[in-house]
């Protein structure tokens, strides 16, 4: 079956910009989360949606981000005016329910000029 | 202190070499540990779960110790194939969020 999907896989965009980050999770995966990840570093906490439970946006670096899960499925992750330090590799991950094992996308790889 | 902490890499082995890396854990709650395999540019991939009696795949085993809150991987008869970064995650909170560790950057050579 298919797999996470996000799109764009990738992304360049002017400082100042807005983007928006695509998930699609695999079906009837309830956790979703996204991570971030900087050129030879770890995995980023951003978000973690978990059925209808109000998400845990703890790991949001600040508020120019934000996501939101529309009806439990696909999920959009939003960086509004953008900086050069946003630049990353954005990825998602579902799994069938929290604590179960974690299912990547291939990532948004964004670029800040 | 960090949910998760990892050993600090690179480990560079020669092939045929047992490799060991650890992996720390802050809450004492959690309950799900997994070890991850990430390749160059790539997305991480699930190498395998860890269970509370340990668990063993082939030349990999993991192993959980909640006393001390760390969970081990080792590498028998290393490969050059093995050669990647090893991330540890470990659940955290009622909801089960999951954290990964930094990673462990491994080279084998011949």
């Known amino acids: 079956g298919a797999g996470v999907s996000q799109s764009p896989s990738n992304k360049v965009t002017e400082k100042g910009k807005d983007v928006e980050l695509r998930c699609d999770p695999i079906s009837g995966h309830t956790a979703l989360y996204w991570y971030r990840q900087s050129l030879g570093q770890g995995l980023e906490f951003l978000i973690y949606f978990q059925g209808n439970s109000a998400p845990d946006k703890s790991g949001l670096p600040s508020d120019r981000f934000s996501a939101e899960r529309t009806g439990g499925s696909v999920s959009t992750l939003t960086i509004q005016r953008t900086q050069q330090e946003d630049s990353a590799v954005y990825l998602c991950?579902?799994?069938?329910?929290?604590?179960?094992?974690?299912?990547f996308g291939n990532g948004t790889r964004l670029t800040v000029t | 202190r960090k949910e998760v902490e990892q050993d600090p890499g690179p480990f560079n082995v020669p092939e045929g070499a047992t490799v060991a890396f650890n992996c720390t854990y802050s809450n004492s709650a959690s309950q799900s540990f997994f070890w991850y395999r990430q390749d160059c540019r790539k997305e991480p991939k699930l190498l395998m779960s860890?269970?509370?009696s340990g668990n063993e795949d082939g030349r990999f085993t993991a192993q959980l110790n909640r006393a001390s809150q760390y969970i081990s991987l080792l590498i028998r008869d290393s490969k050059l194939s093995d050669s990647a970064t090893y991330l540890c995650?470990?659940?955290?909170?009622?909801?089960?969020?999951?954290?990964f560790g930094a990673g462990t950057r491994l080279t084998v050579k011949p």
């Open positions: 995650v470990v659940s955290v909170g009622g909801n089960n969020d999951m954290r």
């Open positions: 991950a579902s799994s069938s329910q929290g604590g179960s094992p974690l299912h």
């Open positions: 860890v269970y509370s």
